[in-house]
């Protein structure tokens, strides 16, 4: 049984000129444990994707279709209310930027704090400082007791994103939706947040939806992979599968733009053009205009994913590509 | 490390680097001192007639001199500051709450954002005096009435600078990433929306404490606010006004008490505005 399984959803955002379709019938599926990535360059989608879990997305975005399996419980269906309790304590989520993303006004052991307490109103006020600290030092904070009382001002980035992380874990979620968490941070605090996750993930056995489009965070952490472009999934696989036989030509063209130190090419490839902006999508394939494969087919509809291997799913007609 | 974050000088220091708002700061901290030891300060009972020296002038016995019933002015000018304070402050803490809680409530649901500021400018567009005015033929005239007019023309002020400073801490980060621990929305405004707003309303509380001061008295002069014998800065400065050619000081001290007060809080709100804007910091 899966912890997660996305069905079907589709985020649009109302605008004047009419809604404007941010995710487009997407399906995703995490087992407990696992870490499923979703890849895509800037603008396909998946960040109103995450909001979109948490029902976090501010007007005029809005979910208009499908359904949020968590554990078995549709949290598209629930109140208001019940959603509100499910974050934190189910579902929760570590954020981009992690100089903005604390009050700057309170210090980081009552953020920390305010986070229990808005699911279990009967801890204590020395149970809360205890269970905060050691959050902190969960965290691997060092002298967790004296950065309790610190304001955020005084952290450095990759400090102020492993409080982010204690706060989110605060209620040991089932689910951590991590929106491009080591995006802001220098590639070795990258690498020591990565391994944070990935060992609060083993001890726990909470899932991880790591959302980025950084392919080497992808190699590092993910057990399964979903490639998204312009609104939608085009490729389904586990990290494994997708890194050695990608059959998606966006997927394609992505793995052959990533330098490498081991190859001499003169110069990187690249994917011409950029995505389109969700009011220019193509009927097609919305990957049609920018694809060498591209021919006339490619612009009757969408293709959908089709299942290629056990666990591989491909939105092309023409996968599989003979390699 | 320390050393070098804890260089930026607190908001305290930098409003007293400034002598005209330290000199403003000392100046209220004085008034707000006598009047709240009025009743110990003051030589005699400020509503005690002496009629055989009415109209004496300051120096003397009286060190202010008398009035025209022959009450002691330095007594009634302590009480009267008494009275004033606590009107402009009443006003202020009622109109502030209200308008505060209306305007971080139309920040964070934005729904009830157009009604409620509507309302709010309609609000604003009844004369504070005119409001008084009316308040007093329907209820009669007295402090009561004149907090309640002063109230109502500071919740729309207040509502709008909360709103537009709540507008901006609205889109911040932390707040989302508040919501997503499950925090309650009551909870988020109390917690992380309101103690971020408090800066620009801080500022703007200052400065209308001299408004509403002056507009206090000024509804007390008109004979809609303090009633005889009742001590109050403007109520007096009406009274003297009778004697303005014989006895000038017993208008002339009570309207100087109301004119230092008010400047004192605009220079005050200046300099507050100049430490708590980081854009203006030199």
């Not at chain 1, 976090?56 to 499908?66: D, K, N, W």
Request: glycine share 8%; aromatic share 4%; charged share 15%.
């Amino acid at each position: 049984m899966s912890l997660l399984q996305v069905e079907n959803l589709r985020t649009v955002f109302d605008t004047r000129q009419g809604a404007v379709v941010a995710v487009d019938g997407v399906d995703l599926s995490l087992a407990a444990g696992r870490t499923l990535a979703v890849v895509g360059e800037s603008g396909c989608g998946k960040s109103a994707l995450a909001l979109s879990l948490m029902r976090l997305l501010a007007h005029p975005g809005r979910v208009a279709g499908g359904r949020v399996l968590l554990e078995d419980e549709d949290l598209l269906a629930l109140s208001p209310a019940k959603m509100r309790a499910r974050r934190g304590s189910r579902v929760a989520m570590v954020f981009q930027e992690p100089m903005t993303s604390l009050n700057p006004v309170h210090t980081v052991g009552a953020q920390i704090m305010e986070a229990m307490r808005a699911h279990d109103r009967s801890l204590s006020k020395s149970d809360l400082r205890d269970a905060a600290i050691s959050a902190l030092a969960r965290v691997r904070i060092p002298s967790p007791e004296r950065r309790f009382d610190d304001h955020p001002h005084r952290l450095s980035g990759g400090m102020r994103q492993r409080v982010m992380i204690a706060m989110a874990l605060a209620c040991q979620p089932r689910l951590l939706i991590a929106d491009e968490p080591t995006t802001a941070l220098d590639v070795t605090v990258q690498a020591q947040i990565l391994d944070l996750l990935r060992d609060i993930q083993a001890e726990t056995g909470m899932g991880l939806l790591l959302i980025t489009h950084d392919l080497g965070v992808v190699a590092e952490t993910a057990d399964e992979v979903a490639v998204m472009y312009a609104g939608r999934v085009v490729e389904r696989a586990s990290a494994t599968d997708l890194f050695a036989d990608p059959q998606h030509p966006y997927t394609i063209g992505l793995l052959g733009s990533i330098p490498r130190m081991d190859l001499e090419t003169p110069r990187l490839p690249t994917i011409e053009g950029s995505v389109p902006p969700p009011f220019a999508w193509p009927p097609g394939c919305r990957f049609a205009p920018r694809c060498a494969f591209a021919d006339a087919a490619c612009e009757v509809a969408p293709p959908p994913l089709a299942m290629l291997a056990p666990g591989h799913e491909v939105a092309c007609i023409y996968a599989p590509v003979d390699a | 490390m320390s050393a070098a974050l804890s260089a930026r000088p607190s908001v305290l220091r930098l409003v007293f680097r400034d002598v005209a708002a330290a000199a403003a700061a000392s100046f209220l901290l004085l008034v707000v001192l006598a009047a709240l030891f009025a009743p110990w300060l003051a030589p005699v009972d400020p509503y005690e007639t002496d009629l055989m020296s009415v109209m004496t002038p300051p120096g003397g016995d009286y060190i202010l001199g008398t009035d025209g019933q022959g009450r002691d002015m330095l007594s009634r000018l302590l009480f009267g500051l008494r009275m004033t304070l606590l009107m402009g402050v009443a006003a202020l803490v009622v109109g502030g709450v209200i308008g505060v809680s209306i305007g971080l409530i139309a920040a964070h649901w934005r729904r009830l954002d157009g009604v409620l500021m509507r309302l709010m400018d309609v609000m604003l567009s009844f004369p504070a005096i005119l409001f008084g005015l009316a308040l007093a033929a329907i209820f009669g005239p007295g402090l009561v009435a004149v907090v309640i007019a002063l109230s109502v023309a500071t919740v729309p002020l207040m509502a709008r600078i909360a709103r537009s400073t709540a507008l901006v801490v609205m889109a911040q980060d932390y707040i989302e990433a508040a919501r997503a621990t499950g925090m309650g929305s009551f909870r988020l405004i109390r917690r992380h929306l309101a103690p971020n707003c408090v800066a620009p309303l801080l500022v703007f509380a200052t400065l209308r404490l001299g408004q509403v001061i002056l507009l206090g008295s000024a509804l007390s002069f008109l004979g809609l606010g303090a009633q005889a014998p009742t001590a109050e800065l403007g109520a007096m400065a009406a009274q003297g006004r009778t004697f303005l050619f014989f006895a000038p000081h017993i208008a002339v001290i009570p309207s100087l008490a109301i004119f230092g007060i008010v400047l004192a809080c605009n220079v005050l709100g200046d300099a507050l505005r100049d430490a708590l804007d980081p854009k203006l910091r030199p």
